[in-house]
């Protein structure tokens, strides 16, 4: 086994590996960026190097400096963990060339799968089924519109060199090709260097199911199984499971098989994971080959109580596998919820900003349990523009799919995140929605429930309000005085005092009176209902609350006059308005079309002076290297352009100016 390890990545993921290693008595050295300075994983790891700006061309992709920190701290291999150069293979011939151990798979071995054409092309030859499409170098638009036009509508453009959803399209007409094409050509350049794309037919109603292969230098092979990776937003990954429901023996021991020899054929060492696409019938096809750790490994872990990143290093250091095939077996089920910094009202676009509050379950960190979450942020931490939107991953493990869906809905419960916009919330309808608890699974889950997932009443008013009160009035307690005179509340020697509560919940302006009453209680009155108010406060921003007959546990966070309140239903935002502070705001300001969230402008289809229509594409923004069209709202004429291809541009930020027609 190795004594120091580097581990060139950062967040969850450096974190992850830096517990296994610890536990193994192997030392660890983090590289870090400017924004990561105080980031978890520098100080999870026993050794720390700065290895250049924020982003990540800038330093998290640059492996000179990386292999540069491993030498200078004498660390024997590098563990790549996933994203940035965890399927390089110049990164991984690198390592070699220094006398470092790369910690996954050889040069060559990303070499073949880390192409989409070449790997398929490789797979046709072990005899894998493969989807019907276009695979090869030819890239002229109308040579790759003729071949969408043989396989049939609709078809998939996707990057040759992609992953994680970037540099993928749908395109259901011939007319909408040329254009999707550009953009997907686009998008691959900016996330890998390479514009190659191939063309496939799109699988109606397709799962995606992937298999965990292993192999050692000894030539072992084993298959951990399948995961389902169905449950999907703009091709990326929302929920996986382990194992996949419905699934046969004998479709998991074909699916296991075809997997092995795929890694076979490449001479595969260490962790990878084959995926294919499967029709609701269980015939499979084979879409490509992740060569690194995926980012649901625990669902597998969960399954089968092994740690997969103990296996990675024992392989790396030259053992053999820890286990063969025969040895392997499934246990229970297991979940894996994607936590991310995102607002799923707003097509799931990222979000950023402060943790202000980040409270979570009872649960183990980085190790097989019934409730784990592994995170690579604290509580005050900053969610950059600069890297990935996930947040953290919970994972949940039962005896049966059921126990362990009961638990991912408890779980989720108690995830309290207030600063930004995640996906919590949203989660919790897609775990609750009939397709999902009845397995009717297939990568279009998200568009069929949308009736359920989306724009639904989390919180009821009367809760929210109620909650906010609770806080208020818990906040009144601790700042009694004996002197009646000076307290908060607007007692009076006689009679009853009332506090006017004007609201802003879901964009929709409420008005409340708290009235407190000469014994000491209180009453809230609220749409013309005047109900008693009873609360007590439990600790820990929790309350105790009773309106009238209904009877909340709530969490309500307070930060000046915003409040998030966590209730049993779900999450809500409050904000208190003060009347005479905003007195002035609201007025209209037609035409101002503004950055939905901050990134880089990549592109203007508009100039000053042009009319344009309802719904034309004005601009292109990038952010998380996915891209994000801006659409007119309305008809009219660009007016004024405010910034040029290139910029960086904060959300809110006006970025031209359209005079309605």
């Known amino acids: 086994m190795f004594d120091k390890i580097l581990v060139a990545n950062r967040g969850e993921i450096a974190c992850r590996v830096a517990a296994t290693a610890r536990r193994l008595g192997v030392k660890t050295v983090a590289v870090y960026s400017d924004a990561d300075a105080h980031a978890k994983h520098v100080r999870a790891c026993d050794e720390a190097v700065h290895i250049g700006g924020s982003a990540p061309r800038d330093s998290y992709l640059r492996w000179e400096r990386i292999i540069e920190a491993a ?5 024997q291999a590098i563990h790549p963990g996933y994203g940035f150069l ?4 110049d990164f991984a011939a690198a390592c070699a060339e220094a006398g470092l151990v790369f910690i996954g798979p050889p040069a060559s071995a990303i070499a073949a799968m880390g192409s989409k054409a070449a790997a398929k092309a490789l797979m046709e030859q072990a005899g894998v089924p493969l989807v019907p499409g276009y695979h090869g170098d030819q890239q002229d638009a109308d040579f790759l519109m003729g071949e969408a036009d043989r396989i049939g509508y609709p078809v998939l453009i996707k990057a040759s060199a992609g992953g ?29 260097g390479d514009d190659h794309v191939l063309v496939e037919r799109y699988v109606t109603r397709p799962r995606h199911i992937e298999i965990q292969v292993f192999g050692d230098t000894h030539g072992q092979y084993v298959y951990l199984f399948e995961r389902d990776c169905s449950v999907q937003r703009r091709h990326q990954k929302v929920l996986e499971e382990a194992p996949a429901p419905g699934m046969t023996e004998a479709r998991r021991r074909e699916m296991g098989e075809a997997a092995v020899a795929a890694a076979r054929a490449v001479g595969y060492v260490g962790a990878g994971t084959v995926e294919f696409i499967a029709e609701q019938d269980g015939r499979f096809y084979f879409m490509e080959m992740n060569t690194r750790l995926q980012v649901e490994h625990p669902v597998t872990e969960a399954i089968v109580g092994h740690d997969l990143v103990e296996w990675q290093l024992r392989v790396a250091a030259g053992e053999p596998l820890p286990a063969r095939q025969e040895d392997l077996r499934i246990r229970g089920h297991a979940i894996e919820a994607r936590l991310c910094a995102e607002n799923p009202e707003a097509q799931f676009l990222p979000a950023t900003g402060r943790l202000e509050v980040f409270r979570t379950p009872q649960a183990s960190e980085f190790s097989v349990a019934p409730v784990r979450l592994d995170a690579g942020v604290r509580e ?29 809905d408890a779980a989720l419960a108690q995830t309290h995140i207030v600063g930004l916009h995640t996906n919590v919330a949203f989660l919790r309808r897609v775990v609750g929605s009939r397709s999902f608890r009845e397995a009717d699974l297939d990568t279009a889950l998200i568009e069929r429930e949308r009736e359920a997932l989306f724009g639904v009443e989390g919180v009821p008013l009367a809760c929210a309000v109620a909650g906010v009160a609770a806080c208020v009035l818990s906040e009144e307690r601790r700042l009694e005085t004996p002197d009646p005179w000076s307290r908060r509340d607007g007692w009076r020697l006689h009679g009853m005092a009332r506090r006017r509560m004007e609201l802003d919940v879901a964009g929709q302006r409420h008005v409340a009176f708290l009235d407190y009453l000469h014994d000491g209680s209180h009453a809230l009155e609220l749409g013309g209902e005047r109900l008693a108010l009873r ?35 779900g999450a809500t935002a409050v904000q208190w308005v003060d009347a005479i502070a905003h007195a002035g705001e609201g007025a209209g300001e037609g035409g101002r079309l503004t950055a939905p969230m901050p990134g880089k402008l990549i ?10 229509k309802k719904g034309q ?12 069209s801006i659409a007119a709202p309305m008809d009219g004429v660009v007016e004024e352009v405010l910034y040029a291809v290139g910029d960086q541009v904060a959300e809110g930020a006006e970025l031209l100016r359209l005079k309605a027609a």
């Open 71 to 75: 030498r200078a701290t004498g660390a």
């Open 380 to 408: 005050g931490d900053e969610i950059s523009p600069y890297y990935d939107s996930m947040i953290a991953k919970l994972i949940v493990w039962g005896d049966t799919r059921e126990q362990a869906l009961a638990r991912l």
């Open 86 to 89: 965890s399927e390089n293979e």
């Open 164 to 192: 994680g959803g970037k540099g993928m399209r749908r395109v259901d007409r011939p007319e909408d090709f040329i254009e999707a094409l550009a953009s997907c050509k686009r998008e691959a350049q900016a996330s890998f």
């Open 617 to 628: 594409a004005l601009a292109v923004m990038e952010a998380m290297k996915m891209e994000h």
């Open 535 to 569: 609360s007590r406060e439990l600790g820990q921003d929790r309350y105790d609350v009773q309106l009238g007959e209904a009877r909340w546990t709530l969490a309500v966070y307070r930060r000046g006059e915003s409040f998030a309140v966590f209730a049993p239903q």
């Open 603 to 612: 592109a203007l289809h508009v100039q000053a002076g042009q009319a344009v």
